[in-house]
């Protein structure tokens, strides 16, 4: 209770710029340089594109409500509890004598600004937490599920959202076990969801019969926190591009002169549905051309793209990406801020003569 009441504390007196700095500063990806974060060396368009790109536990982001939480594995439990006809508490040893399965799905924070490195996919293992809750028996009254971290993070989701086979009870990351900053010994993973709603140290599940929203929604963050459709420009020709480096120059000649074809490839990535189709504008927006792309099996994993732009002429240009499903386009400008961004990063490029 002391650590709880000394983040009140600081929260309270910082106004709530110590809870938005770690929201959104906090999800910056840890360990490395961010030029390395993200490169395909597909400039030979023979090529074929991965099936699956995974970023090393180092370098993937990190976003937490506070410092990462020291958890005895041996001492840890979980406890499925509150409107539940049998309230359970689980050790580890019984959620691994459970069936588990390896699955691929993007993390993304909330926080991502258009085309930001808080984004990164892993091969994660874990468990299905339906048969766990079906055990415990919601109670009809029931409206959420208040999910609850060992740091004292809290969120919710409908009780609808947490009773589908694809939520997982996870405990390794990419075939090691999770890190202390990744939520060693077991997070929840909700598909379709941004990482708000996916805790880390996950220690209670909590059905409620009165809605109670989590320390971010109560900041007005989303509380669906429902991944929109979007895609980002990541790599042009060798240069690595994102929301803090979006300006290129390249030279005509040379082995990647602009003369012999430019590589704009980056990812895709929506709640639900498959991507359908990533277009690529090179003229900010007048025109669009359909670019390659890879087919993951699962919605919930990052499609990668590529497309071979061909200019003719020097000059400067401006590059956008937009993603499509057969429910949506991703919008040229960014939605409300707080809900995830679905904006379009703009890349501006100078073709020398």
């Not at 709880?4 to 906090?26: D, E, P, W």
């Not at 506070?66 to 005895?72: E, F, K, Q, S």
């Not at 937009?322 to 501006?348: C, F, H, M, N, Y």
Request: charged share 20%; hydrophobic share 40%; proline share 8%.
């Amino acid at each position: 209770m002391q650590r709880r009441s000394l983040l009140k504390r600081l929260l309270q007196l910082s106004g709530g710029f110590i809870g938005a700095n770690l929201l959104v500063g906090g999800c910056e990806p840890q360990g490395r340089s961010p030029n390395l974060m993200f490169m395909l060396d597909l400039l030979d368009s023979t090529t074929p594109l991965p099936d699956h790109l995974v970023i090393p536990v180092g370098e993937f982001y990190v976003q937490s409500y506070g410092l990462p939480v020291a958890v005895d594995a041996q001492q840890w439990r979980l406890e499925i509890g509150g409107a539940v006809e049998q309230p359970l508490t689980l050790t580890l040893d019984e959620i691994l004598a459970a069936p588990q399965d390896d699955f691929y799905l993007t993390m993304e924070c909330i926080g991502n600004p258009a085309g930001g490195d808080q984004i990164g996919n892993a091969l994660w293992r874990g468990t299905a937490l339906l048969p766990f809750l079906q055990r415990a028996k919601v109670k009809p009254e029931a409206t959420d599920w208040l999910m609850h971290g060992a740091d004292y993070y809290e969120t919710n989701l409908p009780v609808a959202a947490l009773l589908r086979p694809e939520v997982r009870l996870v405990h390794q990351m990419n075939q090691a076990p999770l890190t202390k900053e990744h939520g060693y010994p077991v997070r929840l993973i909700v598909p379709g969801r941004f990482g708000q709603k996916q805790p880390k140290w996950l220690v209670k599940l909590e059905a409620i019969a009165q809605p109670k929203r989590g320390y971010w929604e109560r900041q007005g963050w989303s509380n669906t926190a429902e991944i929109p459709t979007h895609g980002m420009i990541r790599q042009v020709q060798g240069d690595r591009v994102w929301h803090r480096r979006h300006t290129v120059t390249l030279a005509k000649t040379g082995d990647r002169g602009w003369s012999r074809g430019i590589l704009v490839a980056g990812i895709a990535l929506d709640q639900q549905r498959p991507i359908q189709a990533v277009e690529v504008s090179p003229d900010g927006g007048q025109t669009w051309y359909q670019a390659e792309q890879n087919r993951p099996p699962s919605p919930h994993e990052w499609t990668l793209w590529r497309y071979a732009w061909r200019p003719e002429n020097p000059g400067r240009y401006t590059l956008l990406a937009r993603a499509k499903t057969a429910g949506s386009t991703q919008p040229l400008e960014d939605a409300e801020r707080q809900d995830g961004s679905a904006g379009v990063l703009k890349i501006d490029v100078t073709l020398t003569a």
